[in-house]
């Protein structure tokens, strides 16, 4: 039985938190090592598409459904929802932010 594809969608939220981090790389470790670590983070955001279910459920965020789930990616955490037609990515955190700011996620609009 063939895998449900679903469309991948990145929040503005997601969008910022990205260009920050890349930003940040760049600046702390050079323009090379950013697009690295960016290509490699798209290489499993582009995954999701069929393997959705494959990580785990963010502890932070439990539902019956396990809707709410998170990719560990270096020192990022990349927290996103599953719907009946598509994967909605929330956001992306540095490893060292609150539990509480993990919590929030769960406010962001699509």
Known sequence: MEKEQKKIVRTDIFKQKQFETYNYGADAFGEFLADIFM????????ELEYQ????????????KSKIYRNIIFGKYLVIYRITTEKVE????????RSVA?????RKIKV
Not at 39 to 45: G, N, P, Q, T, V
Not at 101 to 105: A, F, H, L, V
């Open 39 to 46: 290509s490699r983070l798209e290489k499993i955001i582009d």
């Open 52 to 63: 959705y279910d494959l990580h785990p459920e963010c502890k932070h965020l439990q539902t």
């Open 89 to 96: 990515l929330l956001t992306m955190l540095h490893s060292s």
């Open 101 to 105: 700011e993990i919590k929030k996620t």
